[in-house]
């Protein structure tokens, strides 16, 4: 097997084991909307479950559970496609979309096992609060910002 196939694995597995296990974890020791404050007026642990995607987008349509179904497994294709495209040297791109496909495959066990998502990160300050997110959330969101940061050192590499 190449190289970026075992790092794609590999990222894939933890990023999946570090997301199930901080959402089962959760959900055993905490109750619904139970909350534990970590750094006061900034950051707590708050057990909340999402229908919905960001901010419960969707949360109440009664077609939300197969569009985010259809829409996972949509864009975890479209991610492998895309990753058995990159070259052997695009070591940013490959571990960008491990992790973007753990996040978007994290989320979706939670969909398909439960019906919604278990959020319980809780950035706020003061009394304005983020949307809870989780591990899988994080993921997406930091291989996306990866993936640009390598979309523009490429750019660079193809100019110089």
Excluded at 38 to 47: E, L, R
């Amino acid at each position: 097997m190449k190289p970026r196939y075992t790092l794609f694995s590999l990222l894939t597995i933890a990023g999946l084991l570090l997301d199930q296990a901080t959402k089962v974890y959760i959900d055993r020791t905490m109750r619904l909307f139970d909350s534990i404050p970590v750094v006061t007026n900034f950051f707590n642990i708050t057990y909340v479950r999402n229908r919905g995607a960001a901010f419960s987008f969707l949360s109440d349509a009664s077609w939300r559970l197969p569009f985010f179904i259809g829409i996972s497994l949509v864009a975890s294709i479209v991610i492998l496609v895309a990753f058995h495209k990159l070259r052997d040297d695009q070591k940013l791109a490959q571990a960008s979309l491990a992790m973007i496909f753990s996040g978007a495959v994290g989320n979706l066990f939670d969909r398909v096992r439960l019906g919604e998502v278990i959020d319980f990160l809780d950035a706020h300050w003061y009394r304005h609060h983020w949307p809870a997110f989780n591990v899988a959330d994080s993921l997406i969101c930091v291989g996306v910002f990866l993936l640009a940061v390598d979309m523009l050192l490429e750019e660079r590499r193809s100019k110089g």
